[in-house]
């Protein structure tokens, strides 16, 4: 399996990208609802003021992908699918949170797959980060 990031879009402190997994392998690999997320600072260490919410979790609303249902996916060798994040990068008291690397683990059992963000995820101080469900990639990586 690889992990890549996708386009962020950003206005007014919202966030919104998504990560991309692709079949490497040789076999056929079904996903289901949502991947484990795990949000690691500049030193890829666990943060842990970080809340991984499934969907919007009120952090927005009407962002596409983000609150539709999970629906089984299977990837054949060389497709990917990916999962939309939604966060809004608000200062208000504290030290801001700055995800410079994910953990994805995309389904119970297998491993975390690790990702250096190209984009890093600036949550502030609101320390949430939404995910979608997997879903088929609209395009190639």
């Known amino acids: 399996m690889r992990l890549s990031e996708e386009q962020e879009d950003a206005a007014m402190g919202l966030r919104a990208g998504g990560l991309r997994l692709v079949n490497c392998g040789t076999q056929a690999y079904r996903l289901d609802g949502y991947p484990e997320v795990r949000v690691l600072d500049a030193d890829a260490r666990p943060v842990a003021r970080v809340a991984v919410v499934h969907g919007s ?44 690397y994910v953990e994805v683990v995309p389904r119970p059992g297998d491993a975390a797959v690790r990702l250096e963000l190209v984009h890093s995820l600036d949550l502030g101080t609101t320390g949430k980060l939404g995910i979608g469900p997997w879903q088929p990639a609209r395009t190639a990586p």
């Open 57 to 100: 979790g009120g952090i927005s609303t009407g962002v596409p992908g983000m609150d539709r249902p999970p629906e089984p996916v299977v990837l054949m060798p060389g497709e990917s699918a990916s999962f939309p994040l939604l966060w809004r990068n608000t200062v208000t008291d504290g030290a801001a949170v700055d995800g410079r």
